[in-house]
Structures are given as structure tokens and as C-alpha cells.
């Protein structure tokens, strides 16, 4: 599976209230091969509300940050890569010839620990006039008893729609089960809710199919996408820019 990501958004999950705050965007630049990380102020500045401290050695949230190896930060959610069972995720997703292993890593894995509130989190991505991102439904913990079970079930789609009576998000952008009464299988993750709301606005038609099932909770992962959009409807949204990647 060659990844193609070029662009990771830092994801930091309050202890508080469990909002999630992508507080940065990490870049690996492919024409100098440079590591580039920035923070997302406005995000941060809420973040910290709840507790977020900037990290150790990248600390100025206006600064832009680029260095030629991955920052220590991020560093250590890499494994250790002699180890066999990364020489085994290496050829389970057929990465052997991967130019970085380290980033591709991270986008495979979201660089997720046990340990802390980290994650990272994938693009929305802008390709051949399709606006493609894929998710974990979000809200799954409070809808899945209501809802069927999607094991062993093929080509599973969902209606995407505006939630306008949602107390907690006004932007709010749910999942329905048109083969199950029309019930709320859950919600687009915050804070890319905000572009699918946008273009529902528009009249802009949103899908959704599953791929995949949750190991722990049969939680379903979704693809969602658009198709024959002008990139310059998604360019004019630019205090979410941070949130696409675009492919030519």
C-alpha cells in the first residue's frame, strides 16, 4: 500500500471535556525532504483552556519549525526498526521500498500511544475533482446500541446529512442507515465536519460507503466523498485549508 499523504494533522484529545483540537499540522516536504511542523493558533489558543502545553523544543506556536529529521516529539512514536514485528508491518503494507519508513509509519498508524492524548489524524484530500476523506465515525459510543450489525455485510452505504438540531455543534453533519429505520449510526469527526456542512449548504451531494469494522467495537470506518467539484469551491474555504491536501 504506498502512502501519499504529505500532510498529518496533530490531533490532542481533552482530558476535560474530550473534544478533540488539531492543534497542528505536521508536512514532510517531498521536494527537500524536510520535516515542517506548525501550529494551528486559533486551535491552540482553545486548547489550552483545557490544558494543552505547547511541546518541549517546538514551543512557539507562531513559529514554523523544519528540520531534516522527524522532531524528537513525534519521534518517540516510532519503534524500533530492527525489531521483527516492524519488519513485519513493513511487508503487511508493502512498504519495503518506502523512501521513509518513519513517516509512512505515522500514516499508517496515527503515531498513536497509550500513554498520552496524541494522535495523528489524515487529510481531507482534493484529487481529479473529488473530495475524498476517510474517518472513524465519530459518536459511536452513544448510537451503536440502536444500531444493526454491519459484520459480513457488503457495500454498506450511509445517507450524509446537516444535523440542524444537534445542542452540542451547530455544524454538526451525521450518518444515517436508510436500511435501519433511518437511525443515527453517528457524526463526521470534528473539526472536518466543518467543509462536509459547508458544502451540504451548497446543495453539494455527500457520500459515504464503510470499509471497515473496529476491531474492539465494530465501529465503522468510513470513505467519504464527493465527486465533479471545481477545486476552486474548496480553495474558497480558507480558514480550513489547513484540513486538505490537494493531488494533481
Not at 45 to 57: H, L, M, N, T, V
Not at 65 to 90: A, C, G, I, M
Not at 174 to 195: S, W
Not at 214 to 233: A, F, Q, S
Request: proline share 4%.
Amino acid at each position: 500500500m504506498k502512502i501519499s499523504f504529505s500532510k498529518l494533522l496533530l490531533n490532542w484529545k481533552s482530558p476535560v471535556s474530550g473534544r478533540n483540537f488539531p492543534v497542528g499540522v505536521l508536512q514532510k516536504r517531498l521536494d527537500s525532504g524536510l520535516y515542517v511542523f506548525s501550529y494551528n493558533i486559533s486551535v491552540v489558543e482553545e486548547a489550552k483552556a483545557e490544558g494543552f502545553i505547547p511541546f518541549i523544543g517546538i514551543s512557539d506556536i507562531e513559529s514554523v519549525y523544519e528540520s531534516k529529521k522527524l522532531f524528537s516529539v513525534f519521534e518517540r512514536r516510532l519503534p524500533n526498526t530492527k525489531r521483527n514485528d516492524f519488519q513485519k508491518f513493513l511487508s503487511d503494507n508493502d512498504l519495503q521500498g518506502s523512501d521513509d519508513v518513519y513517516w509512512d509509519y505515522l500514516c499508517v498508524t496515527k503515531g498513536k500511544l497509550a500513554t498520552d492524548s496524541l494522535t495523528f489524524m489524515e487529510p481531507i484530500v482534493y484529487e481529479k475533482n473529488y473530495v475524498l476523506f476517510s474517518c472513524e465515525v465519530a459518536g459511536w459510543s452513544y448510537t451503536k446500541s440502536k444500531n444493526r450489525d454491519f459484520q459480513q455485510k457488503e457495500n454498506i452505504e450511509f445517507i450524509v446529512r446537516i444535523d440542524d438540531v444537534n445542542p452540542e455543534d451547530s455544524s454538526a453533519v451525521e450518518f444515517i442507515d436508510q436500511e435501519n429505520h433511518y437511525e443515527r449510526v453517528g457524526y463526521i469527526p470534528r473539526p472536518f465536519n466543518l467543509l462536509f456542512y459547508r458544502l451540504l449548504k451548497q446543495k453539494i451531494s455527500v457520500y459515504s460507503k464503510v470499509y471497515h469494522l473496529g476491531k474492539e467495537d465494530n465501529r465503522p470506518h468510513v470513505l467519504i466523498y464527493t465527486e465533479d467539484i471545481e477545486r476552486e469551491i474548496i480553495e474558497r474555504e480558507t480558514d480550513l485549508q489547513y484540513l486538505i491536501e490537494y493531488h494533481d
